[in-house]
């Protein structure tokens, strides 16, 4: 039995490969030029299209493409580390954007199968955030709109940084992502994006893009702020111990914040810095 089943699981993979090459084949081949029909399988990439005026292009998108509301309407081809390969040569697309996963098969899968696939890198810094809107509007032949919109994010992040320079001092902020301890070090945009605002990353010391760290940590570093994604005031206060802590001492916790705007790495970091900054000039 064992050996049968050895037998026909190679046979399956082929005959799937065999349904989808054959479906691409009958399609138009790939065209070259700027996409007219998008599938974009990462958020960030999604809000990117749409912000350089090509979200009417776009034909599929992720289960967690939520922004803007119009990206809820489009099809959904799963998530983006392993989206359903039938589904996206069905929307016969000419353009596939994608982030690069080293955990996933699907870019190799998608080359395969003759789709003209263009992966972007993660972002992990302001600059990177700069990168890879002119990647996408060049892959959707949108530079003038890239270079425009990265020209008003870097006009808004260096007034940001104007008005932080005012402030009569930087609080530590303790970035909780997730609980029980997830936070953000060094090397990412969100650290990046509080110290435009005028705050000082909690652990800015630690050079990664985000770390667990143990509850007894932030206890010892003692944050001016707390800016919570998930957990809410209640929750944290009743940490053990977490009582002692300033920020909850002088109710300096900022447990209703949009996260996606500090966390996606997207032209609405800008915003995310903004809206922090307000927060945090009002705790001056």
């Not at 060094?186 to 650290?191: G, I, K």
């Not at 509850?215 to 053990?240: G, H």
């Not at 300096?252 to 996606?260: E, K, L, Q, V």
Request: aromatic share 6%; glycine share 6%.
């Amino acid at each position: 039995m064992k050996r049968t089943w050895l037998i026909l699981i190679p046979v399956a993979v082929a005959a799937l490969a065999a349904g989808l090459l054959a479906l691409r084949s009958s399609l138009a081949p790939p065209d070259k030029s700027p996409g007219r029909r998008i599938v974009s399988l990462a958020p960030n990439l999604t809000e990117t299209l749409y912000a350089l005026g090509a979200g009417h292009e776009v034909v599929g998108v992720t289960s967690y493409c939520n922004y803007p509301p119009e990206a809820q309407t489009k099809e959904k081809v799963g998530d983006f580390i392993n989206p359903s390969l039938e589904k996206i040569v069905s929307l016969q697309p000419d353009l596939v954007l994608a982030e690069k996963w080293s955990s996933s098969k699907v870019s190799r899968r998608l080359s395969q199968l003759g789709l003209r696939l263009v992966e972007t890198v993660s972002p992990a810094s302001v600059s990177e955030i700069y990168d890879l809107t002119k990647q996408v509007g060049e892959a959707t032949g949108r530079t003038d709109e890239a270079g425009e919109l990265v020209a008003r994010m870097q006009r808004r992040i260096e007034a940001a940084r104007q008005r932080a320079s005012r402030f009569r001092y930087r609080p530590s902020v303790y970035v909780e992502i997730d609980p029980p301890s997830w936070t953000v070090g060094r090397r990412s945009y969100t650290s990046e994006a509080v110290s435009i605002a005028g705050g000082r990353n909690l652990f800015d010391d630690m050079n990664r893009p985000s770390l667990l760290v143990s509850k007894e940590t932030v206890l010892e570093k003692n944050p001016d702020v707390i800016l919570s994604f998930a957990a809410k005031a209640e929750e944290i206060k009743a940490r053990p111990g977490w009582s002692d802590i300033k920020a909850v001492k002088e109710g300096r916790i900022i447990d209703d914040f949009n996260r996606d705007l500090l966390s996606r790495g997207t032209f609405r970091l800008v915003e995310g810095i903004e809206q922090l900054q307000q927060r945090l000039e009002r705790m001056q």
